[in-house]
């Protein structure tokens, strides 16, 4: 129940396509969710993140659609850019006191390319 | 500003050696610390948190341990490394929210 299940494993597109990366979650009480950006040899860096009370959050061209009743949300890349080649993480987390607060499970990466 | 550090960034280490990795957090105080493995470039298996000195919480058993000597410093320890200890260790902090931010990592190869 604790799970994120992220797709595809890894995605090509070609420069000015929009790559989507699909995640779905089990646990209801997940309230946040964040997509992280890494590059290679890098650690992941914080790109956006949603609460399930917003249907759609936007920051430049990346954007987070989310669908409460479905237990999905996935990203999307408008006009990708061959620097956007990276690995990208969905998590989730829940809210609540004690040591469970804060903590992310993540899915297991997309890898993404944009070729030139 | 609030800054991690993490070292070394490289490591090479042979089968039943030690292993020490240290993280610093500059610019907060009494961080949430973690400590995550990936391996093959993947995805991010969380190994240990804490939520103060002294307290470590550990996701899985495995052939390491951790320590919070102080309040900004988490250190990943093992006494004898096993082939399957290598890969790209991270350490990362949060304050009590959300965001998570982490460190360049630290690569493992044990021989």
């Known amino acids: 129940q604790q799970q994120v299940k992220q797709s595809p494993q890894s995605l090509i597109v070609q420069k000015g396509g929009i790559p989507i990366i699909n995640c779905a979650y089990e646990?209801?009480?997940?309230?946040?969710f964040p997509w992280y950006q890494q590059f290679p040899g890098k650690g992941p860096a914080l790109l956006i993140a949603?609460?399930?009370?917003?249907s759609e959050k936007k920051e430049g061209r990346f954007t987070i659609s989310f669908n409460k009743s479905a237990k999905q949300f996935s990203l999307h890349i408008m006009d990708s850019q061959p620097g956007d080649s990276a690995t990208y993480f969905c998590?989730?987390?829940?809210?609540?006191?004690?040591?469970?607060?804060?903590?992310?499970?993540f899915g297991q990466g997309t890898i993404l390319t944009v070729h030139p | 500003s609030q800054t991690i550090h993490q070292w070394p960034a490289t490591l090479v280490q042979p089968v039943g050696s030690p292993l020490s990795l240290e993280c610093t957090v500059e610019?907060?105080?009494?961080?949430?610390l973690y400590w995550y493995r990936q391996a093959a470039g993947r995805g991010l298996q969380l190994l240990f948190y804490?939520?103060?000195?002294?307290?470590i919480s550990s996701e899985v058993p495995q052939n390491l341990s951790a320590s919070r000597p102080q309040d900004r410093q988490f250190i990943l320890s093992s006494k004898k490394l096993l082939l399957s200890d290598s890969g790209f260790y991270l350490c990362?902090?949060?304050?009590?929210?959300?965001?998570?931010?982490f460190g360049e990592g630290s690569r493992l190869t044990v021989l």
């Open positions: 990362a902090w949060s304050i009590r929210g959300r965001e998570l931010f």
């Open positions: 646990n209801t009480a997940f309230d946040y």
């Open positions: 949603i609460r399930p009370d917003v």
């Open positions: 998590a989730a987390s829940k809210s609540g006191g004690g040591t469970s607060y804060g903590k992310l499970t």
């Open positions: 610019g907060t105080s009494n961080p949430n």
């Open positions: 804490s939520v103060g000195i002294g307290q």
